[in-house]
């Protein structure tokens, strides 16, 4: 039987930035994953927008570090990703929308976001192209970008591998062995891995891994659909973000790619639950509209593909991350709620200070905020 420091279930968007964090720390890792290759769950199906634009300390901080690791990383890895730092803007057409984004930027602020409001007219001196008739401006940050996720994913994967990461590929794990309420090491369909922590990143699946330990972890999938066109000539810097409510959604996002196709998400209203990844015919007629409204521009371009994905959620829109208080050496980091690429590379480090016992201050505070113990109340703004 093979013997590891850490064994991590799950290759995705959490699993993999961890397992290089950990393997540059010295940790003996395995990474183990049902599937065929790593990113191959929610991981492939993210649109690659990195923000910290959230409503609480925990996520910002993780989003700023993902962001610092994200812009530098051709200049220390020598990987190109396709980054581009343009920002994030939320826009406004009515009154309870600017008061819920204005009511947010005292905290984004404090925690470091260069964030602000702006008018009408600075708004569109930002984006030229957006519908001025009824705006009445929004938020705008300079924090943020958006890179290639195939390319991140397989530039960290690369380095994961290099600093000694072990990855096992279509491998379902079926036991997690506890012995006198501690972890002593994962069982698959083809083999067993001693090991004296778990960690479990699998996603929408985490709840059947929690399972395997006693525990029902509260993460349930829910659908988003994304797609995207031919690539154009650039007219779009920032990652724009809609908030408003609208028949069959909550909001919706799109952003120009440094290679100039124009890739788009919404958020579903009321929730679509379930592992069904099968794109509909609704998805592209409702956020066509949405987007032709707010950018006409847009109405010209042409869509190439849709798709849908997985969104782990939990009951208050955050993640679970820290240790499990029933299982000794059970670890999760799971619930991501479809934000995984955007905190992934920020979690993986502070995962590694969890395990190695070097948490700072503001550590001890995210992990708090994040527990998985904790009581749900209300739903992250921002989510």
């Not at 349930?220 to 659909?225: F, I, L, S, V």
């Amino acid at each position: 039987m093979s013997s590891y420091d850490l064994i991590i279930i799950g290759a995705g968007s959490i699993g993999t930035p961890t397992a290089m964090a950990m393997a540059q720390a010295g940790v003996n890792v395995l990474v183990l994953d049902r599937l065929a290759s790593h990113g191959q769950g929610s991981h492939k199906a993210a649109i690659g927008g990195i923000r910290a634009t959230h409503s609480g300390p925990a996520k910002i901080r993780l989003g700023l570090r993902t962001i610092e690791i994200a812009s530098a990383w051709e200049e220390i890895y020598g990987h190109d990703i396709e980054w581009r730092r343009g920002g994030y803007i939320f826009v406004a057409f009515r009154e309870a929308e600017e008061e819920a984004l204005r009511e947010m930027l005292p905290t984004q602020q404090a925690y470091g976001l260069n964030i602000d409001w702006h008018n009408r007219e600075e708004l569109l001196q930002i984006v030229p192209d957006l519908n001025p008739d009824g705006l009445r401006g929004g938020t705008f940050s300079s924090n943020g970008g958006h890179c290639s996720t195939l390319l991140l994913g397989h530039a960290v994967y690369d380095i994961a591998k290099c600093a000694g990461a072990v990855f096992r590929y279509n491998e379902r794990v079926t036991g997690i062995v506890v012995k006198r309420g501690r972890v002593k090491g994962v069982k698959t369909d083809r083999g067993k891995y001693s090991a004296d922590l778990v960690l479990n990143v699998a996603g929408a699946w985490a709840r059947e891994i929690g399972e395997l330990v006693g525990l029902d972890h509260p993460v349930d999938p829910e659908a988003h659909e994304g797609g995207i066109t031919e690539p154009v000539a650039r007219f779009i810097d920032p990652l724009v973000v809609d908030i408003r409510p609208a028949s069959g959604s909550a909001n919706y996002y799109f952003f120009q790619l440094a290679t100039g196709q124009v890739v788009f998400c919404i958020t579903p209203q009321p929730s679509i639950w379930g592992f069904d990844r099968r794109e509909t015919s609704a998805f592209l007629p409702m956020v066509a509209q949405r987007m032709v409204g707010l950018i006409p521009r847009l109405a010209h371009i042409r869509v190439r593909r849709t798709w849908r994905g997985l969104y782990p959620m939990t009951p208050d829109g955050s993640p679970l991350v820290g240790r499990s208080e029933e299982v000794s050496g059970y670890l999760m980091a799971i619930g991501m709620c479809g934000q995984g690429f955007m905190l992934g590379l920020g979690l993986g480090e502070l995962l590694v200070r969890m395990v190695t016992d070097t948490l700072t201050v503001e550590d001890h505070e995210t992990l708090n905020i994040l527990s998985p113990s904790r009581v749900f109340q209300g739903q992250e703004t921002l989510k």
